[in-house]
């Protein structure tokens, strides 16, 4: 059982390598403002279109880089889910077939 623990804990390290590796983005206002995150929700970047920025007011600026920002972290959970729930059915199985032996 110590065995699966530990090889549970070494898949868990690679997704979250693997959700290092992948980028999601959140972008608003046809691409006015674009934030760049990785799946384990680290923002990597944030993009304005330099014509937008000349014309928006604080408020206006603030609440598109809010719902940017909310859009990629939404996109980094959907990642993560998917990811964690991959490993989650390896792991399943794994501790199944200890049972059964």
């Known amino acids: 059982m110590f065995?699966?623990?530990m090889e549970a804990q070494q898949k868990t390290g690679e997704v979250k390598k693997r959700l290092d590796a992948i980028t999601v983005s959140g972008t608003v206002e046809g691409g006015k403002i674009t934030v760049n995150a990785n799946?384990?929700?680290v923002i990597?970047?944030?993009s304005i279109d330099a014509e937008f920025l000349k014309d928006a007011d604080k408020e206006e600026l603030e609440e598109l880089l809010v719902t940017s920002i909310n859009k990629a972290m939404e996109q980094a959970?959907?990642?993560s889910q998917s990811e964690m729930a991959a490993i989650t059915q390896s792991m399943l199985?794994?501790?199944g077939n200890m049972f059964s032996k």
């Open 3 to 5: 065995d699966k623990l």
């Open 39 to 41: 799946a384990n929700k």
């Open 44 to 46: 990597q970047s944030v």
């Open 77 to 79: 959970d959907n990642v």
């Open 93 to 95: 199985g794994g501790f």
